[in-house]
């Protein structure tokens, strides 16, 4: 046995490693049970979901062990709680928890932060160990790849889902750059991301038709989120009016009122009498039977109306390029 290891702080390590080796067992069964796998994210997935490419080297910090989610390549070796699932880790894991009760203590690990979320980057032992002994942080070395995205602890696959579309909308139109501070765009439903999309392409026609010139993507998304988004997210806030709807994000009544005002122009045309967004709030609120405050009634805003048929066809002919591109990769990397 090393020096550096006394022989019966390794042994007390050893009892330690198969009473949390058997919690991991019983921690898998129950995961599979419920239909919810104890284990931890996989650093390499999130960072190609979420689109993540800088890092900036924050310096060493203590960080709450609970909010270590992930691993970089030894996620599938623990639960979701560092408890070891197997039992050939034994040995190590005894003399890591040897060195923690020692009186020389542990050195730091080194993490990666992604939002709220740590992942480790070297020191996996350390941490199961650290959790293991009742710790509450550990000193780390801290690496972080900034986003604008939510990445909490404890998410669901649903919610990682969401967040990895919020990631890929945020890329195409790169409102985390043009707009640094915007307003988070989070929507319940995933898949309505590329609606979003369908909006900003529909809204670049719209400027290059009216300015006579080319507009690029990123232009109109910025101009799209100046000029119809926040406005309506300025509404909803003003009358704050997702208290009566808990469950549902800014981003969904954004979705709603655009697709009630579709609809009621495609039934009314020009003799619609909901016409802006105030328009709609009005009519969302009425429908909850949800009392409609007086100051909204005469709200006085400037909405843009986007119609159906023309939403349908650019999101068509977006996903039809978006396709092409794809294939075109696909033809390059095979030849």
Not at 102 to 125: C, Q, S, T, W
Not at 234 to 249: A, N, Q
């Amino acid at each position: 046995m090393p020096n550096d290891i006394n022989t019966s702080d390794f042994m007390e390590g050893v009892s330690a490693f198969q009473s949390a080796r058997m919690r991991a067992f019983w921690q898998d069964i129950f995961g599979l049970i419920r239909g919810k796998p104890a284990e931890l994210l996989s650093f390499e997935d999130i960072r190609a979901r979420l689109r993540l490419r800088d890092e900036y080297y924050k310096g060493l910090q203590d960080v709450p062990l609970e909010q270590i989610v992930g691993s970089v390549g030894r996620y599938r070796e623990f639960t979701s709680t560092f408890l070891p699932r197997r039992s050939k880790m034994q040995e190590r894991w005894s003399r890591v928890y040897s060195l923690a009760t020692g009186m020389v203590g542990l050195p730091p690990i080194e993490l990666y932060k992604v939002g709220n979320a740590y992942f480790v980057r070297d020191g996996n032992h350390r941490v199961s160990v650290a959790r293991q002994m009742g710790a509450k942080t550990i000193q780390a070395h801290v690496i972080e790849l900034p986003t604008s995205i939510s990445l909490k602890p404890s998410m669901t696959p649903d919610e990682l889902d969401a967040v990895a579309a919020q990631a890929e909308f945020l890329d195409i139109t790169r409102l985390d750059q043009t707009r640094p501070h915007h307003v988070a765009i989070e929507l319940s439903e995933p898949s309505r991301y590329d609606d979003l999309l369908g909006h900003v392409h529909l809204h670049k026609s719209v400027m290059e038709a009216t300015q006579k010139r080319e507009v690029s993507l990123e232009e109109a998304a910025a101009d799209w989120y100046d000029t119809v988004y926040r406005p309506a997210v300025s509404l909803i806030r003003k009358y704050d009016v997702l208290k009566h709807v808990p469950g549902r994000t800014e981003g969904d009544l954004y979705l709603w009122m655009l697709d009630h005002l579709r609809e009621v122009k495609s039934q009314f045309g020009e003799e619609a009498s909901a016409r802006t967004f105030s328009d709609a709030l009005v009519d969302y609120l009425a429908q909850k039977r949800i009392p409609v405050p007086k100051d909204l009634l005469v709200e006085n805003d400037d909405s843009v109306l986007l119609a159906r048929a023309d939403l349908n066809q650019k999101l068509a002919e977006y996903k039809a390029q978006l396709a092409q591109q794809n294939g075109s990769l696909h033809q390059e990397a095979s030849t």
